[in-house]
């Protein structure tokens, strides 16, 4: 008997049945083979990699940056890697942290402090201000705002001060850019980097570096480690 392919249903397991005929006629298919069973594979997740694992940035300068990180979430859109200046250290001291917190890498930089924090260039920071015309450095959470350019400094990134410590950064002219006095023939001839006015100045090859990697909306924290 030929059927048409319109004309078989499949009814059940293992059940031929013919539609749409007259003389419906069934047969039956042979029981399917019983499969052995298998466990289960586990699945397989890849746990974060650890934070800073040379162990660059002091710990709890690093615990502070991430808890801020949390508690400026409005303010600091971008989380993939966050600055952290650690002013305890001397000036010949590589001080400042880029952070990846995806990657979990670390690197350091050099950066100089301001002479009011500093009267004596003793190369460590001594006091901060928040104050117009302090020439001091400032303490807290600041935002990058953005590659710009000045006509004294040149390429630079601009700050915004999100704590009452340095909320009078943009006010202040308080950015990050490159100084002669930041290069390493500088360090190496006097043994600590210059004084700035209250910005975080660094070498030229440091901020060529940093300056598109900082860009705008990320987290720079000036603080004191323990």
């Given at each position: 008997?030929?059927?048409?392919?319109?004309?078989?249903?499949?009814?059940?397991?293992?059940?031929?049945?013919?539609?749409?005929?007259?003389?419906?006629?069934?047969?039956?298919?042979?029981?399917?083979?019983?499969?052995?069973?298998?466990?289960?594979?586990?699945?397989?997740?890849?746990?974060?990699?650890?934070?800073?694992?040379?162990?660059?940035?002091?710990?709890?300068?690093?615990?502070?940056?991430?808890?801020?990180?949390?508690?400026?979430?409005?303010?600091?859109?971008?989380?993939?890697?966050?600055?952290?200046?650690?002013?305890?250290?001397?000036?010949?001291?590589?001080?400042?942290?880029?952070?990846?917190?995806?990657?979990?890498?670390?690197?350091?930089?050099?950066?100089?402090?301001?002479?009011?924090?500093?009267?004596?260039?003793?190369?460590?920071?001594?006091?901060?201000?928040?104050?117009?015309?302090?020439?001091?450095?400032?303490?807290?959470?600041?935002?990058?705002?953005?590659?710009?350019?000045?006509?004294?400094?040149?390429?630079?990134?601009?700050?915004?001060?999100?704590?009452?410590?340095?909320?009078?950064?943009?006010?202040?002219?308080?950015?990050?850019?490159?100084?002669?006095?930041?290069?390493?023939?500088?360090?190496?001839?006097?043994?600590?980097?210059g004084r700035s006015f209250g910005?975080?100045?660094?070498?030229?090859?440091?901020?060529?570096?940093?300056?598109?990697?900082?860009?705008?909306?990320?987290?720079?924290?000036?603080?004191?480690?323990?």
């Open positions: 008997m030929l059927l048409s392919r319109r004309g078989l249903l499949v009814a059940g397991a293992g059940v031929v049945v013919t539609g749409c005929a007259s003389n419906a006629q069934m047969a039956e298919a042979p029981a399917p083979a019983q499969q052995a069973w298998a466990p289960a594979t586990p699945v397989q997740r890849t746990a974060a990699p650890p934070l800073d694992p040379r162990g660059l940035v002091p710990r709890d300068l690093r615990e502070q940056a991430l808890a801020a990180l949390d508690r400026h979430a409005w303010s600091i859109p971008n989380r993939d890697r966050i600055y952290i200046v650690n002013f305890t250290q001397h000036s010949a001291e590589p001080r400042l942290y880029e952070l990846d917190v995806i990657s979990g890498e670390a690197r350091m930089f050099h950066t100089a402090h301001g002479v009011g924090s500093d009267p004596f260039h003793s190369g460590y920071a001594h006091g901060f201000s928040n104050i117009v015309d302090s020439n001091a450095s400032s303490l807290g959470v600041y935002r990058t705002s953005g590659m710009g350019w000045g006509v004294r400094h040149g390429q630079n990134v601009l700050l915004d001060g999100l704590e009452e410590t340095n909320n009078a950064a943009r006010e202040r002219a308080i950015i990050v850019h490159a100084a002669d006095y930041c290069e390493p023939e500088w360090l190496a001839r006097e043994g600590k980097l910005c975080f100045a660094t070498s030229f090859a440091t901020l060529d570096f940093l300056r598109p990697r900082m860009d705008e909306g990320r987290l720079l924290y000036a603080a004191r480690s323990i």
